[in-house]
C-alpha cells in the first residue's frame, strides 16, 4: 500500500480500498472490519457531512441541538398529534 504521502484522488483511492477489502478471506480481519472500522467511518462521514451542509446561525445551530435532545429524551409529539395542532393553531 502506497504511504500517506502520495496523494490520490478520491476515486482512487476508493478502488484501492475496495481492493484490498475484496482481498480479505479471514473471517476474523473482516468482522473487525465491520465492527470497529465501519461505525468510525460512518459516524465520522456524518459529522463531516453536517459540517459542510450546515451553514447555520449560532441561533439556529442551538435550537436544532434543543430539538435532538429533547428527542432523544422523549419529548416528541405524534404526526396526527401535530396535524391536530396545526389545525387548531391555524384555526385560532
Known amino acids: 500500500m ?3 504521502d502520495k496523494k490520490s484522488n478520491p ?4 478502488k484501492r480500498l475496495h481492493e484490498l477489502i475484496d482481498s480479505i478471506d479471514d473471517e476474523h ?9 465501519v ?3 460512518i459516524e465520522n462521514r456524518t459529522k463531516e457531512a453536517d ?4 451553514n ?7 435550537k436544532l441541538e434543543r430539538a435532538i435532545k429533547e428527542a ?9 398529534e401535530f396535524k391536530r395542532r396545526m389545525s387548531q393553531w391555524l384555526t385560532d
Open 72 to 80: 432523544k429524551e422523549g419529548k416528541t409529539m405524534s404526526y396526527e
Open 51 to 54: 459540517e459542510a451542509d450546515d
Open 11 to 14: 476515486e482512487e483511492l476508493k
Open 56 to 62: 447555520l446561525t449560532e441561533e439556529q445551530q442551538e
Open 2 to 4: 502506497e504511504g500517506k
Open 29 to 37: 480481519t473482516l468482522s473487525v472490519l465491520n465492527e470497529d472500522i
Open 39 to 41: 461505525p468510525y467511518v
